[in-house]
């Protein structure tokens, strides 16, 4: 009689758009956690509604139009209840940048543009000492820097300095590159990173070789691309059809990163050129981030067109240690490895059609050392949730979620299929959960102060474990595990 009772409990439900675990009754168990009574926004359903999500074991167990009972409950009346954020590309991989990154509504940070040349070491420095899940994926930047013995790999720089960015690799130099990046997907890397503008004598031939290490596991290639400008060559449309093709020869999917700012000028190109790329079945994606400027390693390569350009291209640079503006005395002065530099290089109507494009995930880029860098690493998600949703209702609050959430998730869940439970919030799904203030929610973050916390976050939690209540951080919590591929 009582597995009748709970086979019409799930027949009912599952009509009414809503999955109630069998235990939803008096007599029942509590759950370890509830979530009583907040919007529910869940964008792979279309949910939107009042309700109350119940947590057990890591795992959200029940998602209710009626009462729940908890050990521990959050009284979430008034505000939004979504799955946490995932940031396919954040390049702060430790605790100084978790910790920002969950008062911005992330649960999952991911480095897969750069990557690592590493895959298993990744990993294992943060198994059980991180706040927020994590992951990366096998490089082909880092493998060049390895393979040609690039001077900022010992040093410690995300990007190359000089050989991997200046050097035409050999044949033999490819295939080594391809075993590092073989090595790296086969111990669970999210894929193959790319950064093409970092690596300008990267040949065509070798990063057709790069997608097709991808290719043999179905892995994304996350690139940047090679360029940006209107004009050929080195235009960003000649750049996008460089990794189109690269996809449609190989098979590899492409997901290009921050469209925003490798497209600037030439957005309404770029998207149309990746929408008729999807309509004839090429598996390409995109993300941008909300800000009209960028940053980078200022002794970086990408930034050689810099030197050798006229003096009014300085005025658009800004040390971000000082945030003093760049004269080419400055900019020559300074660019030493470790030093960052923003660049103010698009404008607020390009952004804003990279930001609300049906194309684009939302990705930070972020990362943040000793509190300098960019306020991208604090603030995007909120930015987002504030500036384009609530004061401009450029996005309505469910498009801006699905960007944040299930868009990322889908991206990756065919290479990792621990992706299918996040970015959801059903029964069965990963309690990576945050609780804002639609009303409130705002970035506070700037080019001068980039370190200040985003507001309105009220509750986050990751695998069911609150790393973020009443908007405090909580303190030796550390529930975050790797994301990874299957391993083989």
């Not at 940006?228 to 996008?240: A, F, L, N, Q, R």
């Not at 005395?329 to 930001?355: C, D, Y």
């Amino acid at each position: 009689m009582l597995q009748v009772f709970v086979n019409l409990i799930r027949v009912a439900s599952i009509g009414a758009g809503v999955m109630l675990a069998p235990c939803v009754y008096a007599q029942g168990a509590p759950f370890d956690i509830v979530i009583r009574n907040g919007r529910v926004i869940d964008p792979a359903s279309g949910l939107d509604a009042v309700r109350s999500v119940g947590i057990r074991g890591g795992k959200i167990a029940a998602v209710s139009a009626g009462p729940l009972q908890g050990r521990q409950v959050i009284d979430a009346r008034g505000l939004v209840v979504a799955p946490g954020f995932i940031d396919l590309h954040a390049h702060g991989q430790d605790d100084e940048n978790y910790r920002i990154f969950a008062l911005d509504g992330v649960t999952t940070a991911l480095e897969l543009e750069a990557g690592t040349e590493n895959v298993p070491t990744f990993y294992a420095a943060r198994e059980g000492k991180a706040l927020i899940n994590f992951g990366a994926s096998a490089s082909h930047l880092r493998a060049r820097m390895q393979v040609l013995r690039d001077g900022g790999l010992p040093l410690g720089t995300l990007l190359p300095l000089d050989s991997a960015g200046y050097v035409v690799a050999t044949d033999a130099q490819i295939a080594a590159m391809r075993r590092v990046i073989d090595a790296g997907l086969d111990a669970g890397g999210l894929g193959v990173g790319m950064g093409l503008q970092y690596t300008p004598a990267a040949t065509k031939y070798e990063v057709l070789e790069a997608f097709r290490s991808a290719a043999r596991r179905h892995a994304p290639v996350f690139v940047h691309t090679r360029s940006w400008g209107d004009t050929d060559p080195g235009s960003s449309v000649e750049s996008y059809m460089e990794v189109i093709a690269a996809s449609a020869i190989t098979g590899a999917p492409v997901h290009i990163v921050h469209l925003n700012s490798t497209s600037v000028a030439a957005t309404p190109r770029t998207l149309a050129m990746i929408a008729e790329a999807r309509q004839r079945g090429v598996d390409v994606s995109a993300e941008a981030y909300p800000y009209v400027a960028g940053m980078t390693e200022l002794a970086s390569p990408l930034l050689e067109r810099y030197a050798n350009g006229p003096d009014s291209l300085f005025g658009t640079l800004m040390l971000a240690r000082t945030g003093e503006r760049l004269t080419r005395a400055s900019f020559l002065a300074n660019r030493k490895p470790g030093e960052m530099v923003i660049l103010f290089v698009n404008t607020p109507e390009m952004e804003a059609m990279a930001i609300t494009s049906p194309l684009t995930a939302i990705a930070s880029d972020g990362g943040l050392r000793k509190g300098i860098g960019h306020p991208r690493a604090a603030g995007t998600f909120a930015r987002v949730l504030g500036y384009y949703v609530r004061e401009t209702h450029q996005l309505t609050l469910m498009e801006a979620i699905r960007k944040m959430t299930l868009m990322p998730a889908q991206r990756l869940e065919r290479l990792a299929p621990a992706f299918r439970n996040k970015g959801r919030l059903r029964a069965g799904a990963d309690a990576d959960i945050v609780v804002f203030d639609a009303q409130t929610v705002s970035d506070r973050s700037t080019y001068t102060k980039p370190s200040v916390p985003s507001v309105g976050f009220k509750h986050v939690l990751v695998n069911g474990v609150p790393v973020v209540t009443d908007g405090t951080l909580r303190e030796n919590v550390f529930p975050g595990r790797g994301a990874r591929a299957p391993q083989r």
